[in-house]
């Protein structure tokens, strides 16, 4: 009795550590294990004073490694901290002006105490425009096109402060990207930013400068799987698809290919562009990576990635692959993409980045005969690690576009000849032995 009790006593011990643990834990606490100090930076540069307020750059600065701001952009919002209106922007605008009724003349940009920030759209007059704006709030990773990482705009702010000790910052900032997923956290005054003159012979800096930090977390974005995985080999004619209804239906439209309904479809899911309209396919995924083991040599061996689009609603401009494998430590050669190794553990480098080569398959092009991009893959062998034996030629996880990919079972991968018989003989004696028990449950029933 008293061991029961004590075994009762550890079990109610070891739920309250588990659930403490589990309150401790914060969801919006966001950690990307392949890119632990990946984050998106808002910074806030006040640049001159003026009668009721200050002049100011405010900069995004996207220092993830692979995961990008697609169409149709970010959106940028807070909470002012007293009374301020946005007098001016230039390079953004709110996405509303609120109520101004207060002003009889000189009417402000925004009133609202909530503005909400979105970035100009390609083509704006250049008397509107400011560096690094007007992209329609695409913004690149950080590998991948480090020039085009950051969106920039001007605000003109009023009936705030006009020194360091009046201003008040503005709270509870959001980012939308578009969608959910990011958490922002409290503005903090950081040293002033400083600017080089264009001849590098003065420095300036700015009179008041903060920051505020925005990562990004899986559990917030609450996103449907977007795409899956399918794996195939030279020595086995087993091709395995994607695992039946990976991504749901649940907030998509599925359309034939030849569906007579298809334009009337689309045009109707135009007023949603978030919202994807994908073929009807076993998986049901805007995008299918499938990775095919094409050649063995006896010093490399050669694999294809091919990517294909099956959302009739989107282009995947700028679009990445993250995978990880153990023999990305030893790439020979790589066709057709960009290749970056993003690894974060010292000495181990199983991670690569892999993307479009700009003006040639960097867009992927929505459902049609353009809607697939491929390359191959040229790894050297390691003899003291390389087997193709118990699927360790297949990934171990892909990313695509910084969403997590859904793998097939490990027990339905593609396996060597020579282990095909082994497997069927398991099989059967597992059958034999099914079908053994079952005879003696029933002998011993009758008697």
């Known amino acids: 009795m008293k061991t029961f009790a004590k075994t009762q006593l550890n079990r109610a011990a070891i739920f309250v550590v588990i659930f403490c643990g589990l309150h401790s834990f914060s969801f919006t606490d966001a950690y ?17 004073w003026t009668g009721d307020g200050y002049n100011a750059v405010v900069n995004i600065y996207n220092f993830q490694q692979y995961r990008h701001i697609e169409e149709p952009g970010w959106k940028l919002g807070w909470t002012w901290a007293k009374k301020e209106v946005i007098w001016y922007m230039g390079g953004g605008q709110a996405t509303e002006q609120g ?7 000189n009417i402000p940009h925004c009133c609202k105490r909530t503005p909400t920030i979105v970035d100009l759209l390609p083509g704006t007059p250049y008397n509107q425009q400011v560096a690094n ?5 695409v913004v690149s990773s950080l590998v991948q096109d480090p020039q085009n990482a950051m969106s920039s705009f001007q605000i003109n702010v009023g009936q705030s402060g006009t020194s360091n ?18 958490t922002c956290g409290r503005p903090r005054i950081v040293d002033s930013s400083k600017f080089l003159s264009p001849d ?3 420095v300036t800096q700015a009179l008041m400068t903060w920051n505020v930090t925005c990562t990004y977390s899986p559990f917030l974005a609450q996103k449907a799987q977007s795409c899956c995985v399918s794996l195939s080999s030279f020595y086995s004619e087993m091709i395995v698809p994607c695992p039946n209804n990976t991504c749901g239906v649940q907030n998509n439209a599925c359309v034939k290919s030849d569906s007579p309904d298809l334009a009337s479809v689309l045009s109707s899911s135009s007023k949603n562009s978030l919202a994807p309209v994908v073929q009807c396919t076993t998986h049901m995924c805007p995008i299918r990576v499938h990775w095919h083991i094409k050649e063995n040599y006896k010093e490399y061996w050669r694999v294809k990635i091919a990517i294909t689009n099956f959302n ?3 282009n995947y401009t700028q679009w990445n692959l993250v995978v990880q494998h153990p023999n990305f430590d030893n790439v020979t050669q790589i066709f057709s993409f ?5 690894s974060n553990y010292g000495s181990i480098n199983d991670t690569a980045m892999l993307w479009g080569v700009k003006f040639y398959n960097d867009m992927l092009m929505q459902h049609g ?19 193709f034996d118990k699927g360790w030629a297949f990934p171990r996880r892909i990313y695509f576009n910084g969403d997590n990919c859904v793998m097939p079972p490990p027990d339905a991968y593609p396996h060597l000849p020579n282990d095909s018989v082994h497997r069927v003989i398991i099989s059967l004696l597992n059958l034999v032995t099914s079908i053994v028990a079952s005879l003696v449950f029933l002998l011993a029933r009758e008697y």
């Not at 392949?34 to 001159?48: F, R, Y």
């Not at 353009?370 to 003899?383: A, H, M, R, T, Y």
Request: with cysteine.
């Open 200 to 202: 590098k012979r003065r």
């Open 312 to 314: 009739y609603n989107m």
């Open 165 to 182: 000790t009046t201003v008040k910052l503005p709270q509870n900032f959001t980012l939308l990207t578009p969608g959910p997923g990011y």
């Open 133 to 137: 704006c007007c992209r329609g709030g």
């Open 369 to 387: 005969p353009l809607g697939n991009v491929q390359s191959e893959v040229l790894f050297e062998k390691d003899k003291n690690t390389f087997t």
């Open 32 to 48: 990307d294990p392949l890119d632990p100090d990946g984050n998106i930076t808002v910074k806030w540069d006040i640049m001159s």
């Open 99 to 105: 109520d101004c009724s207060r002003f009889k003349s």
């Open 338 to 342: 960009n290749y970056k190794s993003i």
